[in-house]
């Protein structure tokens, strides 16, 4: 599995195209490290003064939470 944040996704009847803004592998996750990074992006956003530090923040805490979901979802199939 990958777990991706931002972009864009198009379907096609033979072929699916994903171009995303960040894309991890399941084998490169680790609970602890995503965690920590939603956190921090949390603290960013919250000191964030609007523009691209707004912005950053935002896709930092978007591609953190795509993560943590993705590790809750191999857990339950793992647990099926």
């Known amino acids: 599995l990958v777990a991706i944040s931002g ?11 994903v171009l995303a803004d960040v894309a991890v592998r399941s ?6 490290r995503a965690e920590e990074a939603k956190k921090a992006a949390e603290a960013r956003l919250a ?11 935002q896709a930092a805490l978007a591609a953190a ?14 647990h099926k």
């Open 7 to 17: 972009g864009v996704l198009e379907v096609q009847p033979d072929k699916l195209t």
């Open 27 to 32: 084998s490169e996750m680790d609970q602890a």
């Open 47 to 57: 000191k964030a003064d609007g523009g691209d530090a707004t912005a950053r923040a």
């Open 65 to 78: 939470i795509a993560e943590l979901k993705t590790l809750d979802y191999i857990r339950a199939q793992r």
